[in-house]
């Protein structure tokens, strides 16, 4: 049987050690773009951060908060990043935990079995796009 394809694919493919570096830009742009359309209603740029480099995720403009400009001879506070989000599963709530908190344990154990979902299929999408040789490489 024929392994099954991912949800999501990525193109160009980087398959093809010769233009692998050619393509790279270009499929990093790709991945980005479609990471950011995934699970956009847990954070504003979506899936991003399961696949952006650190120079990447401090530069997205959505991840800059700005500073204070200088006011009076005051020194100015520059802008600073955001940090990536973190999404775990939820500690289990207790046989005396109230409605709210059972309804708080199921909003956030939907929320993490998204971006895990977003995350395995970015995982394969990624694995597809690559040759291989080129897995072979990584997982030794």
């Not at 398959?15 to 773009?33: F, G, S, T």
Request: charged letters at 20%.
């Amino acid at each position: 049987m024929a392994p099954a394809q991912s949800k999501l694919t990525i193109h160009p493919w980087l398959d093809a050690p010769l233009y692998n570096r050619i393509r790279y830009p270009q499929w990093k742009v790709y991945l980005y773009n479609a990471a950011q359309k995934m699970c956009t209603a847990m954070d504003p740029t979506g899936a991003f951060a399961l696949v952006a480099l650190q120079k990447d995720w401090d530069n997205h403009p959505k991840n800059i908060i700005p500073g204070t400009p200088a006011v009076g001879g005051a020194a100015a506070i520059p802008a600073s990043t955001r940090p990536r989000p973190l999404f775990t599963m939820p500690v289990l709530y207790t046989r005396t935990s109230t409605v709210y908190d059972r309804e708080m344990y199921k909003l956030e154990k939907e929320r993490f079995e998204k971006l895990d979902e977003a995350e395995t299929t970015l995982h394969a999408a990624i694995v597809e796009s690559l040759s291989p040789g080129t897995v072979r490489t990584i997982n030794t």
